[in-house]
């Protein structure tokens, strides 16, 4: 019965107010509370990104010495101006020995001349080339990334899909 006449039965509009007001509160209290951090991007690291350096003179002095190196296929300035893992492949995976002899065997000075040509920005915690590859997350081509170790610019990457 839902409106039962006996008087011992009052307390069931007691118990409707209660509960409504219960129903307030924990509601109130839930929107109170902060939506948990989302996930970060597995490609994403803890570091904070860096920010753009392409108008430091450091990096401007650094990007001349190598556009100038790789322009006149100066291995020797080239390897001192790389990072010691350097990766020159994805797959398979090709880092540090081996990357001149790759890129003679490809033919790929002109591409990385002309990748090295390009503006740097920043992703993640390089400066890329071209401005593309870190904008669009479909990008495919060949990137360049210089980064910073030891407080001195290095290229660290030239690579392709």
Not at 131 to 149: K, L, M, N, Y
Request: net charge negative.
């Amino acid at each position: 019965m839902l409106f039962p006449s006996n008087p011992a039965s009052g307390s069931l509009g007691m118990r409707m107010i209660l509960r409504l007001l219960l129903c307030v509160v924990l509601a109130s209290s839930l929107a109170a509370c902060s939506t948990p951090p989302k996930k970060k991007d597995a490609n994403k690291s803890n570091e904070p990104a860096m920010e753009d350096m392409s108008n430091d003179m450091a990096f401007q002095a650094f990007l001349g010495r190598l556009r100038k190196a790789v322009a006149a296929h100066d291995v020797q300035t080239v390897a001192t101006m790389m990072t010691t893992n350097f990766g020159y492949r994805l797959d398979p995976v090709g880092e540090g020995d081996g990357v001149f002899q790759y890129w003679d065997e490809q033919m790929l000075w002109p591409q990385v001349e002309s990748i090295l040509s390009q503006h740097f920005v920043p992703k993640g915690n390089f400066m890329v080339a071209p401005p593309e590859f870190a904008t669009d997350p479909d990008f495919h081509g060949f990137r360049a990334g210089v980064t910073p170790v030891d407080g001195v610019w290095k290229f660290a990457y030239f690579v392709t899909d």
